[in-house]
Each structure stands twice: as C-alpha cells, then as structure tokens.
C-alpha cells in the first residue's frame, strides 16, 4: 500500500504562485509514475501532469504548459507542484495520485493511490 497527503493549497489572486506537495509513504519503491489531478465543482476530475519516479520524465497537460512544473524529490517522497501566474480556472481541489505499473499516466484508471486532495483557489 502506498499513502499519499497533499499540502500546500490555498488562496491566491490571480497571477499569484503556489506549491503543493504530496508526501508519499507505505510502499515507494513500488511506485513507477505519479500525477496531478484537479477536480472543479460540476466537473470531471482532469489531468494535470505526471512523472516517473525514477527518472524523473514529466510531461503536462496544455491547459497548464508553460505555467506549473512537476517535480519529485526521491529521497524525501515528495511530490511537488509548482504552479505560477495562476487563473481562476485553476480554482480546483488538486490530489496527486500514484501508479505501480508502467503506464503512460494521463488517465485516472492508470493510477492506484490516491490522496485526499487539497484546494485551491484563485481569485480573479
């Protein structure tokens, strides 16, 4: 079993930065990807971005290209966020999620653990 938290949502007005983290326990060396979601309210839950655990290959969704970074920092089983000139279509509760398969990792049905998510919020 894999356990995931995230931390670090908030406020933030439009143009505005934030980082999420997600502290990955349980199990880590099982893990081969893991990944960003968001959820609006009314909404399907979207991809965000992903990156393998081991070599650290990311890639993003357009929608957020060019604005957040994924990362990880294997020797603290992190993952991180780094989101920067926010809008308010960003608004969305955000949950990192955890792959133990090779998988292309851009569909929720691809991952096994999920965290409990964490909100943010932009205002405009």
């Known amino acids: 079993q894999v356990q995931l938290v995230e931390s670090g949502g908030g406020l933030v007005p439009a143009g505005g930065s934030l980082r999420l983290s997600c502290a990955a326990s349980g199990r880590t060396s099982s893990i081969y990807r893991m990944g960003w979601f968001r959820q609006a309210p009314g909404k399907e839950r979207e991809y965000v971005g992903t990156?393998?655990?081991?070599?650290?290959?990311?890639s993003s969704a357009d929608s957020v290209k060019g604005r957040f970074t994924i990362s990880r920092d294997n020797a603290k089983n992190t993952l991180y966020l780094q989101m920067n000139n926010l809008k308010p279509e960003d608004t969305s509760v955000y949950y990192c999620a955890a792959a133990v398969d090779y998988t292309l990792g851009r569909f929720r049905h691809e991952y096994h653990y999920w965290g409990q998510g964490t909100q943010v919020t932009v205002s405009s």
């Open positions: 990156i393998t655990w081991n070599s650290g290959s990311a």
